[in-house]
């Protein structure tokens, strides 16, 4: 099951990947508001094992210390996102909210598989996209058919690459060599805006697209 809760100012999506069994899952990208999200977890019975974050930016990491604390559970980013996490000017709060840090617990990379203690059928697979940041991942499951795919791609558009660690050219090759590869109905749901899927995407968003 997968649900999106979309929180603070920049309207950020978090979302929970949740075994409908065991009611156990992970939270990707608490980025604000993390009283809101705690309530709803501990509403809806949640057991979160793991708190998985898409890229450094400080609208996908803002409620990530509070639900750490909160839950007492490892945060997982990519081996690239160590400095994001602990910088302020490259996580961006120093420019838009107000600086802060934190660290991760643990990282991951390429192709390594996050997989849920209560329920192993239940993984995702890391797919590393930097150029919106050098860190940038997306969360696949082919049992679910979704990724989570942060600020790589969004409906008719990609992430922005003027940001530090920004490579618009990167991006758009990673996105064409690692995510238009994965089936046409997988369900792309990014950090912003709406959900998409792998088939429009190749087939109509303009990125990829320029003789529309
Ligand atoms: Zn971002």
């Known amino acids: 099951m997968i649900v ?12 929970f990947f949740i075994d409908e069994t065991t009611k156990h899952g992970f939270i990707v990208d608490p980025g604000d508001e993390g009283k809101r999200i705690l309530k709803y977890i501990q509403q809806e019975g949640f057991v979160i094992e793991k708190i998985l974050i898409t890229h450094g930016h400080f609208d996908h990491i803002g409620a990530v210390s509070y639900l750490r604390e909160a ?38 990379n390429e192709g390594d598989e996050i997989t849920l203690a209560a329920n192993p059928e239940m993984k995702l697979t890391v797919i590393h996209v930097p150029g919106h940041t050098l ?10 058919n979704v990724a989570f795919v942060g600020d ?27 995510i238009f590869i994965l089936p046409d109905e997988t369900v792309l749901c990014p950090g912003h805006g709406e959900p998409t899927t792998v088939g429009k995407e190749k087939a109509t968003n303009p990125y990829f697209n320029m003789d529309l």
Not at 4 to 15: A, D, L, P, R, S
């Open 135 to 144: 860190d940038g991942v997306a969360f696949y499951s082919s049992k679910e």
């Open 4 to 15: 999106n809760m979309t929180v603070g100012m920049i309207q950020e999506h978090t979302y």
């Open 152 to 178: 790589i791609i969004f409906e008719g558009s990609v992430g922005r690459s003027d940001f530090p660690g920004g490579n618009g050219a990167l991006l758009l090759q990673g996105i064409r060599e690692k």
């Open 71 to 108: 839950l007492n559970v490892p945060v997982v980013i990519h081996t690239e996102g160590k400095k994001y996490l602990e910088d302020a000017s490259l996580n961006l709060s120093f420019s838009f909210q107000g600086a802060f840090t934190l660290k991760a617990d643990e990282y991951v």
